[in-house]
């Protein structure tokens, strides 16, 4: 008996010296199920102006990127500040995306869209590739002076399509307030799908016949950068800054659902 009590002690005192194999991790798991490219909430970052992150740098003309104190409950965030027609984005280079498509997930506030000039265009996110000049902006939006509004919409520039958005009123872009925001880029047909607040905007999906530029066929290029930011194109804006505030951003294979990392 003192034998197969000691041998069952030995037993025991080897499971409790084995470690855990990584797969055991939260993170670990959740990174192998949604096939994530990307993930970041800035909560390990410095609180002040920053040029680079985890995989990413800062794209800045006329703008600036600083990490800031976030709302509560979600540690640290990110403003993205521009003058005038500047820009300022959190670029991601070197992806290569699973068979060309990908979800994104980010939070995100406008404090203020513009109001002039008619027609002031801005991007939100841009995804392109090195093959061809084709970009491919799934979050944006437009200014519209005969709605007196902003609203989102899908667009692309440098492409055979042209340049174009497909804003719709039945998208209203509201500054001031925290939106979650999802766009799924689906190669199959060159379709982009966007979801606010979890739910899914029919009217904003453009795909490789239906989109908002010339009749010739919309594509993707083969995706191998994307920039989450700001930019307005238009010269003399009103206002004449803006700010925009970002967190929590995920970049998978497979859709990632609500924010909060």
Known sequence: MRKIAAALLAASAALLATPPTASATPTQHTATRHRVLFKENFDRLPLGPVTAGRGWSADTSNGSLTVEP??????????????????????????????NSFWARLRLRVDRFPTA?????????????????????????????????????????????????????????????????????????????????????????????????????????????????WQLYQADPTPSSYDMHMDDVVLSGERVGGCGL
């Open 70 to 99: 976030g709302a509560t409950g979600h540690g640290r965030e990110l403003r993205l500040h521009t003058e005038g027609n500047g820009r300022a984005f959190l670029a991601l280079s070197d992806l290569a995306p699973a068979g």
């Open 117 to 229: 000039p008619d027609w002031a265009h801005w991007t939100i996110a841009e995804a392109s590739g090195s093959d061809v000049p084709t970009l491919v902006r799934p979050l944006g939006g437009q200014y519209v002076p005969t709605s007196q509004g902003n609203f989102w919409g899908v667009g692309s520039d440098l492409g055979p399509t042209g340049d174009w958005t497909a804003w719709k009123t039945s998208a209203p872009a509201t500054a001031g307030t925290w939106s979650c925001v999802e766009f799924h880029l689906d190669a199959t047909d060159n379709r982009v799908t966007v979801y606010l607040d979890g739910a899914e905007q029919p009217e904003l999906t453009v795909s490789t016949k239906q989109h908002g530029g010339a009749a010739d066929d919309f594509a993707f290029p083969h995706f191998d950068k994307v920039k989450l930011g």
